[in-house]
Antibody, heavy 123, light 107 residues
Framework: QVQLQQSGPGLVKPSQTLSLTCVIS??????????WNWIRQSPSRGLEWLGRTYYRSKWFNDYAVSVKSRITINPDTSKNHFSLQLNSVTPEDTAVYFC?????????????WGQGTLVTVSS | DIQMTQSPSSLSASVGDRVTITCRAS??????LNWYQQKPGKAPKLLIYGASSLQSGVPSRFSGSGSGTDFTLTISSLQPEDFATYYCQQSYSTLFTFGGGTKVEIK
């Protein structure tokens, strides 16, 4: 059974960096049939896919256009986790952040999710 | 980006009712459409993938249909545990996008 456990601060000051980690159990961040994603949810923006990291003989990342200049998603194979860093945050980045997995089966759907972390951007 | 539009944004229904939620894509997405259920304070839960395939463990009262740009999620007989918000998500483009959600409330 795959489980994703998120951790990270719930309060970030404007202009600083939001950092979250998602620890994977029951699968590997290096699984060549999976991709590891960050998604956020806010009343104003709804559910918004932010980006992913995945391994296909080398590491790849893809990011949403809306955050591409500010986001980094990194895998850590030694700890079997992946992380989100979002720079230069503003109150607009206040949201519940989820990590999620999809597997490459022909269809791409998020079958496992983390528990969600409410991140508030405020001074 | 592919825009996903759900309707209605909310509905009231009674236990036992048949409920239909629609999702429209801004361009054709073949059958690359997934449905999720979300309850307050929880992560979304996958119900339907590939427009009509039922995820393992999901009750058979849930069904999905459609292809191209128009899709529906149907709950054949609404149960108390089905009161939640439902979202569609396209996976035709791997820059994934979600619909705005449909909240199913108790009448």
């Amino acid at each position: 059974q795959v489980q994703l456990q998120q951790s990270g601060p719930g309060l970030v000051k404007p202009s600083q960096t939001l950092s979250l980690t998602c620890v994977i159990s029951g699968d590997s961040v290096s699984n060549t049939s999976a991709a590891w994603n960050w998604i956020r949810q806010s009343p104003s923006r709804g559910l918004e896919w932010l980006g992913r990291t995945y391994y296909r003989s080398k590491w790849f990342n893809d990011y949403a256009v809306s955050v591409k200049s500010r986001i980094t998603i990194n895998p850590d194979t030694s700890k079997n986790h992946f992380s989100l860093q979002l720079n230069s945050v503003t109150p607009e980045d206040t949201a519940v952040y989820f990590c999620a997995r999809y597997t490459v089966t022909g269809d791409y759907y998020f079958d496992y999710w983390g528990q969600g972390t409410l991140v508030t951007v405020s001074s | 980006d592919i825009q996903m539009t759900q309707s209605p944004s909310s509905l009231s229904a009674s236990v036992g009712d048949r409920v239909t939620i629609t999702c429209r894509a801004s361009q054709t997405i073949s059958s690359y459409l997934n449905w999720y259920q979300q309850k307050p304070g929880k992560a979304p839960k996958l119900l339907i993938y590939g427009a009509s395939s039922l995820q393992s463990g999901v009750p058979s009262r849930f069904s999905g249909s459609g292809s191209g740009t128009d899709f529906t999620l149907t709950i054949s007989s609404l149960q108390p545990e089905d009161f939640a918000t439902y979202y569609c998500q396209q996976s035709y483009s791997t820059l994934f996008t979600f619909g705005g959600g449909t909240k199913v409330e108790i009448k």
